[in-house]
């Protein structure tokens, strides 16, 4: 509920917004089915892969681990929201290097930074993000989930927003408290530029680009977004097939 809430609220400030007008008749058609296809697939169709598919093979593979591992609250949040996290990072990173970025590429077409583009990607681009089989793994393992599932709610919603054109003013005390630690929307489109810029890999938190030396930060927005490239609408859906 956390993020269908966060996608309706910031669609609602989006599309408000009468100092980022947000022009509904500027995205073609193909990027409405993209964008569309893309919500579908990693925000409805993923999720209940995750608690079926995956979770069964977890079920078949390690029949004598369900629900074993018994750990407190915080820290199964903090290995949804930290370590999960990292791994992330890394994983993001792979689609950047030569060997996988013809697929990712297709998620770097935004030209806006808008909550509908979030999950533009490839349709096969799902199954190779760490979240489908770690966070499965983990909600298999947890005798009590909860706040481990509290940690993948977060997460999602934070990724909504951080591809969203809400930024923080940065004499706000929200941008204050939220930029030593979060990757902001302003830290993101960077990583969406035209210019493109090799870093601001991390999900929510920004220490990971900063440990390895990845982290771009500019207070001025990037003069354009996305990259360009002469795929068709089904194949920027089907790659790599």
Same mark, same amino acid.
């Given at each position: #509920?956390?993020?269908?809430?966060?996608?309706?609220?910031?669609?609602?400030?989006?599309?408000?917004?009468?100092?980022?007008?947000?022009?509904?008749?500027?995205?073609?058609?193909?990027?409405?089915?993209?964008?569309?296809?893309?919500?579908?697939?990693?925000?409805?169709?993923?999720?209940? !892969?995750?608690?079926?598919?995956?979770?069964?093979?977890y079920q078949f593979l390690l029949p004598n681990i369900h629900?074993?591992?018994?750990?407190? $609250?915080?820290? /199964?949040? *903090? *290995?949804?929201?930290?370590?999960?996290?990292?791994?992330?990072?890394?994983? +993001?990173?792979?689609? +950047?290097?030569?060997? #996988?970025w013809f697929i990712h590429q297709v998620h770097h077409t935004?030209?806006? #930074?808008?909550?509908?583009?979030?999950?533009? @990607?490839?349709?096969?681009?799902?199954? !190779?993000?760490?979240?489908?089989?770690? +966070?499965? &793994?983990?909600?298999y393992l947890l005798e009590e989930p909860n706040c481990y599932?509290?940690?993948?709610?977060?997460?999602?919603?934070?990724?909504?927003?951080? +591809?969203?054109? &809400? @930024?923080?003013? *940065?004499?706000?005390?929200?941008?204050?408290?939220?930029? $030593?630690?979060?990757? &902001?929307?302003?830290?993101? /489109?960077?990583?969406?530029?035209?210019?493109?810029?090799?870093? @601001?890999?991390?999900?929510?938190?920004?220490?990971?680009?900063?440990?390895?030396?990845?982290?771009?930060?500019?207070? @001025? $927005? $990037?003069?354009?977004?996305?990259?360009?490239?002469?795929?068709?609408?089904?194949?920027? &859906?089907?790659?790599?097939?």
């Open positions: #509920m956390l993020v269908f809430f966060t996608f309706v609220i910031l669609l609602a400030l989006t599309v408000t917004d009468s100092k980022k007008p947000f022009l509904l008749w500027k995205k073609s058609g193909e990027d409405w089915l993209l964008d569309g296809i893309g919500l579908f697939f990693q925000g409805i169709l993923i999720p209940l !892969l995750q608690i079926t598919v995956v979770f069964q093979i629900a074993s591992l018994n750990i407190h $609250p915080i820290v /199964a949040f *903090l *290995l949804s929201f930290v370590f999960v996290d990292y791994l992330y990072y890394w994983n +993001h990173r792979l689609f +950047h290097t030569k060997t #996988m935004v030209t806006e #930074m808008d909550v509908l583009g979030t999950s533009r @990607n490839t349709l096969w681009t799902s199954f !190779l993000i760490v979240y489908l089989w770690i +966070h499965s &793994l983990f909600l599932i509290l940690g993948i709610s977060l997460s999602s919603a934070l990724d909504l927003w951080r +591809h969203s054109n &809400l @930024n923080p003013k *940065l004499d706000s005390w929200i941008y204050a408290c939220l930029s $030593p630690w979060l990757i &902001l929307p302003q830290d993101h /489109a960077w990583h969406h530029s035209t210019d493109y810029i090799q870093g @601001n890999y991390g999900a929510n938190l920004k220490l990971w680009d900063k440990l390895h030396g990845t982290y771009y930060k500019s207070k @001025n $927005p $990037p003069d354009s977004l996305g990259v360009s490239n002469s795929l068709s609408a089904i194949k920027k &859906l089907i790659l790599p097939f």
